[in-house]
Nanobody, 121 residues
């Protein structure tokens, strides 16, 4: 099993910055990719950003130029630097890892518990 622990959420004013972290632990053979999703009240969960173990990245259009995702493969930790935050970025942010727990195991999606980000004056 793979466990994901997130940190770094909170309350910030519009235009401010936050940095989210997510550390993966447990029985990990390999991690193909890690990413961040978010879910605002009354809305579906959406992909924010994803990064592969080879550091290829993808960003949702709504966050391009403002958010930066990075990964520390040695620490199995992914980061999301969020700048120029807007009220519409308010949501619960979930960490995701696409990982194998052993050499012959399939790739599963693992999820963190979520961390609240609130952008408000």
């Amino acid at each position: 099993q793979v466990q994901l622990v997130e940190s770094g959420g909170g309350l910030v004013q519009p235009g401010g910055s936050l940095r989210l972290s997510c550390a993966a632990s447990g029985t990990i053979f390999s991690i193909n990719a890690m990413g961040w999703y978010r879910q605002a009240p009354g809305k579906e969960r959406e992909l924010v950003a994803i990064i592969t173990s080879g550091s290829s990245t993808y960003y949702a259009d709504s966050v391009k130029g403002r958010f930066t995702i990075s990964i520390d493969n040695a620490k199995n930790t992914v980061y999301l630097q969020m700048n120029s935050l807007k009220p519409e970025d308010t949501a619960v942010y979930y960490c995701n890892a696409k990982a194998r727990s052993s050499r012959f195991a399939p790739v599963y999606d693992y999820w963190g518990q979520g961390t609240q980000v609130t952008v408000s004056s």
